[in-house]
């Protein structure tokens, strides 16, 4: 009798505690469906939110439409483009052949590619995949030769502007800046190394074979694929348009996937599958700078702490889509946000969800909004600004701006961009309006003459263009 009192008080324990787990979790569960409520809205895009805690998915819903245009309501198996989310498995590509011994991430990318541009200081695989190889960036780039952000653009167009720079935003391994084109350049070495198409290769030898079965890269941005989201920009407030990524490179991005596909990816941080450990384990390897510094980012996630939490994961945009993939890996918890309009805020979501889940509290403190301190006015005769009037060209972008004079004002010019103004810093340094062509600074010969300006902007430096006519 004593016996079966213990028993079934042992089982009332069990029921009890099994309750409040359940009830507790449910409790958290109904903070996340909070935390998209106001997705749901009519006539209003949404996205996916998935989460897997011990190799479990606990949660997986989807929020708005899809497609604003036809009201198609976005679903948990959604495929959204993931954008620079994308790096981290264009990385596992690499690690993969250097397993297979085919390279060396710390060889010379010339190596590899031998028609780029020897800038005199050896960049490696490892320098392009840290973002510390000195290289200008890919949109940053493009933007400066005149391109326009719904302009299409592919590797090609890349490769064939890396092969007419002459100089590097800094020396490689000297500091930390994010940049797309080292990404691009080794989807090429993998086409070359395997004498496949990046498309194809990663289908057979990384999303297959860890179970992505709603994978793929994208390499054509206008391609009908079923299932995808369609992807605007704005907000419920200044209304939405639709956002068309017209970019078809790959390397840096343009993988398209689903939540599920990203969690089971993401789990193999800390409980990789069968003859993965050693892969996965080098993906999380930070570097560290030419002067000892050890960087947070790895091999295309970022390994920052989240509130004293250890976390690895990334970020992306690209037209309308936002995107972010995370996992805490001491609590083997994995959380990913898809979303297909660019106000979402995908990364402040998930770590929304994150605080819910591991207790943290909001510590953030509302701030006022700042105003940039305005331009100095700086006093100028027609006759002053004439010598800053003419034609500025650059080799490497085979493209030119144009100072012109419009009434008492400096203005620039650019054939595609058009008109923008210029605003004195000092006598030879000026701002642009023009994002492209932001920072300029000016040349001057031994005679005092304007021999041609620096450009630079928030991810190309110091762009030379040499005066070539008033």
């Not at 009434?407 to 103004?421: C, I, P, S, T, V």
């Amino acid at each position: 009798m004593k016996k079966a009192q213990i028993c079934l008080f042992i089982l009332l324990f069990l029921s009890i505690s099994y309750q409040s787990k359940a009830q507790f979790s449910q409790t958290k569960l109904q903070q996340i469906d909070s935390l998209f409520m106001t997705w749901n809205q009519p006539n209003h895009p949404g996205g996916s939110i998935g989460i897997m805690q011990n190799g479990e998915v606990i949660y997986s819903k989807a929020f708005g439409l899809a497609s604003m245009e036809y009201l198609v309501p976005n679903a948990p198996n959604t495929a959204y483009n993931i954008a620079s989310v994308s790096k981290q498995f264009t990385s596992m590509g690499i690690l993969l052949l250097e397993q297979e011994g085919k390279l060396s991430i710390d060889e010379d990318i010339r190596k590899y590619l031998p028609e780029l541009p020897d800038f005199g200081e050896k960049i490696t695989l490892r320098h392009c995949m840290h973002h510390t190889s000195g290289m200008r960036s890919l949109h940053a780039l493009l933007g400066m030769a005149g391109w326009r952000g719904d302009d299409a653009r592919s590797n090609k167009d890349l490769f064939r502007f890396m092969k007419q720079q002459k100089d590097l935003n800094f020396k490689p391994g000297a500091e930390y800046l994010y940049c797309n084109t080292g990404y691009m350049l080794m989807a090429d070495i993998i086409e070359r190394l395997t004498d496949e198409k990046f498309v194809d290769w990663m289908q057979k030898n990384v999303f297959r074979p860890l179970g992505l079965t709603d994978t793929y890269v994208e390499a054509v941005y206008n391609r009908i694929v079923p299932n995808n989201a369609t992807s605007y920009n704005g907000s419920m407030e200044k209304g939405f348009s639709r956002a068309t990524e017209f970019w078809g490179y790959v390397g840096s991005g343009n993988i398209h996937s689903t939540t599920k596909d990203l969690l089971n990816w993401m789990d193999n941080y800390h409980t990789p599958k069968k003859g993965w450990a050693q892969v996965f384990a080098k993906m999380k390897t930070v570097d560290v700078l030419n002067n000892g510094d050890t960087l947070h980012y790895a091999f295309g996630v970022d390994t920052k702490a989240y509130k004293g939490v250890k976390r690895v994961g990334h970020g992306g945009a690209i037209g309308g889509f936002r995107s972010n993939a995370v996992t805490f890996p001491d609590e083997e918890l994995n959380i990913v946000v898809l979303t297909n309009f660019s106000s979402a805020n995908a990364g402040g979501k998930v770590n929304e969800i994150a605080d819910v889940l591991l207790n943290k509290k909001d510590n953030s403190k509302s701030s006022k909004t700042s105003t940039k301190p305005a331009l100095p006015q700086l006093i100028f005769t027609n006759q002053q600004l004439k010598e800053y009037v003419g034609t500025y060209y650059s080799p490497e972008l085979d493209t030119h701006y144009h100072f012109k004079l419009i009434g008492a004002e400096l203005m620039g010019n650019h054939h595609r961009h058009g008109d923008f103004e210029l605003k004195f810093l000092t006598k030879d340094k000026l701002k642009a309006s023009l994002g492209a062509f932001e920072n300029i600074e000016i040349k001057r010969s031994k005679d005092n003459k304007i021999a041609g300006i620096f450009v630079s902007n928030g991810r190309v430096r110091n762009m030379w263009f040499s005066k070539v006519e008033h």
